[in-house]
């Protein structure tokens, strides 16, 4: 959670999952060194506020982070930051991400996914995507790579497919 303001971090941490994320809390001219303790990356960034480090953006660039903004998203976050005019709203849709399943795949308790067999696939591109769906995320074609190994390499009933600027993940039958 990147904000100046630590009620919204009160107010959202208890009504997200434990299990399925750690929600921490960073001011603005902290989330730099926040995020170097972060491996490989977060898997959402949420904040209110209009401003957010260049340096932050920078270094999840193409990478498949989802944001979550309470009001208007700050200039140059990705364009598929969903920005929000109330923290429940954003509550509830960090929530539906985290219960997301395309073709039987789905986020696993803390880290990786649960496979259409149960078994556990680490690939923190794909978990991305798969919390994004059914809405196409922004990612560099070096972020897209690993996650379209992962899928062909472990034969899972998925297709990444380029919707504009974005890569959607869809079930395939």
């Not at 994320?21 to 060194?33: F, G, K, Y």
């Amino acid at each position: 959670m990147v904000t100046d303001d630590v009620d919204l971090f009160a107010a959202l941490r208890p009504e997200l999952d434990s299990e399925m994320l750690n929600v921490t809390w960073s001011r603005p001219s902290d989330v730099a060194t926040a995020l170097e303790e972060i491996l490989p990356w977060p898997w959402a960034v949420g904040g209110t506020g209009p401003d957010v480090p260049g340096s932050a953006v920078a270094a999840l660039a193409g990478r498949p982070v989802l944001w979550f903004w309470l009001g208007a998203a700050p200039d140059g976050l990705p364009a598929h930051t969903r920005s929000h005019q109330r923290w429940r709203e954003m509550a509830t849709d960090v929530a539906e991400s985290l219960g997301r399943s395309v073709g039987g795949v789905r986020l696993a308790p803390n880290r990786g996914l649960l496979g259409p067999n149960a078994d556990l696939i680490l690939s923190a591109e794909l978990e991305g995507l798969i919390a994004m769906a059914p809405r196409p995320m922004h990612l560099s074609s070096r972020a897209l790579a690993p996650a379209r190994r992962v899928v062909a390499r472990r034969g899972l009933p998925l297709a990444l497919v380029r919707d504009g600027a974005g890569v959607l993940v869809v079930a395939d039958s």
